[in-house]
């Protein structure tokens, strides 16, 4: 077993067959011999010595893992499967191997047979776990079931009985109950019920989420298209944390589908099952200002209260109000929020939203605003003035990108457009200065300057100017040697050097970027459908079979 862990696959071999000579039914070193057989490539061999053993149906735990991994090893989960139920009917009373049995159906996609054996263990050790297996294994028969009204009549119906059972006989204990209990109503469509357990004692269970509880009663809220409840629940949210962007959409959209249906608070009773309902635009506006004052006084500046400010506006200005509601000129307000924020990489995100709400003839006007409360260095009149701080610079870095994106740049003729990318670059090396103390995997702060630049030299190439793409290649080059860990870099590497036909230096930046897991599929691409064109064979199909153990592995998981 130790020759096995280490590697050493042959003296495994000859050690399990030193044995054998001594032993000759010794079923453990034939399944040790089987495996080491499997990795040296004589899987016909191994196959043959492992269904040998398997004949015999051993009960022994170590000849039962060591086939267990054969077998995995193999590809072959079903005959896993079978190794335990024949351990099962031996050693009936076994919670191990019953338990091992269910985990083989499991990687097998046998929900039926999971449902049994879940019940068939909890006769025997009757732990709740188990019985919560087999109703979990009802609702996967339910969401493989081909024909959605099975689902519907009888896999769920049965998963919530077995659930109702336990909570009658008060035998709820853990989280994931409840969350399975949730799960299958909610599939069911049972939203009330659903909100029900949310909202009585079980859901007093509901810990290890922040929020989880709320989350879950605003998700039947809305389902049940219950407005007032949806309005109270985010409100109250929003007075406990005022930077909690999720409720500051939930709260908008319940208050113009209350106004759009004319809702009235009732007058004796309560206004819904959580609280007060702010049901018009004046109540809207009133809390979005309170929620700003209360901000100004926190110790820690708060950006949600301002954006929910200009998510209003934008709201308003759709349903065709202006300014009616005298919430203030949008341009003012982003102008304040860059002074507020604007040394924050996030600044530009958040602003990117609400960019339509400027008009266009006031796009220039705006940069320039910005451009003039930023601390730049007092440089000579034909000088570039600089940052002399990383705030300063991540206030400028914002404001470039704004441009961008506001397509400043793109109104540019080519010369003026080379003289940005001049500017840019002057203004990345710089910004190399205050990132000198940093780790090799970390990013240099001024990098995003580097990138606009080449983007803008892409355009440039896109246009026909052939000499602008090889200027992409170095400055690119060169902001890698600098930050050896951007992959924004190597990304628009890897496309530059594929659509140039250059495929050799490719694979070694796509092996630097370490993709894992899901990103072999998401960027994967990116290699794969220039490596078989361009004749590397080899480095797609290595790109591929990246892709394909990762399904393999994952398609139990997710199933």
Known sequence: ADYLDNGNNKMAIQQADKLLKKHKDLHCAKVLKAIGLQRTGKQDEAYALAQEVAALEPTD?????????????????????????????????????????????????????????????????????????????????????????????????????????????????????????????????????????????????????????????????????RWPECNALSRKLLLKNSDDWQFYITYFDSVFQLIDESWTPPAEEEHSLEGEVHCSVEQAVEFIEERITEESRSSRPLRGP???KLELIRRLRHRGCNDEYKLGDPEELMFQYFKKFGDKPCCFTDLKVFVDLLPPSQYTKFIHQLLEVIPLSGAAENEVALPGDIKALQQHLCVVQLSR??????????????????????????????????LKTELQFSDYYCLL?????????????????????????????????????????????????AFEPVAELYSSLDAKHIQHDTIGYLLTRYAESLGHYAAASQSCNFALRFFHSNQKDVS
């Open 61 to 225: 735990d170590n000849s039962l893992q060591a086939l267990t991994i054969l077998y995995r090893e193999m590809h072959r989960p079903e005959l896993v499967t079978k190794l335990y139920e024949a351990a099962v009917k031996k050693v009936p009373n076994s919670e191990e191997y019953h338990s091992h049995l269910f985990m083989a159906y499991a990687r097998v996609g046998e929900y039926k047979k999971m449902q049994q054996a879940g019940m068939a263990l909890y006769k025997i050790v009757p732990k709740n776990p188990y019985y919560f297996w087999s109703v979990m294994s009802l609702i996967m028969q339910s969401i493989s079931a081909q024909d959605e009204n099975l689902s519907k009549t009888m896999f769920l119906p049965l998963a919530e009985r077995m659930v109702e059972k336990m909570v009658k006989e008060d035998k709820i204990e853990a989280e994931a109950e409840v969350e399975l209990y949730y799960m299958i109503l909610e599939r069911l469509e049972k939203y009330k019920e659903a909100l029900d357990v949310v909202r009585g004692k079980l859901g007093e269970k509901l810990t290890s989420e922040l929020q989880s509880r709320e989350n879950k009663c605003m998700a039947m809220y809305k389902k049940l298209q």
């Open 306 to 308: 301002y954006l929910a």
């Open 405 to 438: 994106l506001l397509g400043i740049y793109h109104a540019m003729d080519k010369k003026e457009k080379l003289t940005v990318v001049r500017e840019l670059m002057f203004r990345y090396r710089h910004g190399l200065e205050f990132g000198r103390s940093c």
């Open 453 to 501: 630049a080449v983007h803008l030299l892409l355009d440039l190439w896109l246009e026909g100017e052939e000499a602008a793409v090889w200027q992409c290649l170095t400055l690119l080059e060169e902001g890698l040697a600098h930050s050896p860990s951007n992959a924004q870099f190597k990304l628009l590497l890897i496309r530059i050097y594929c659509r140039l036909g």
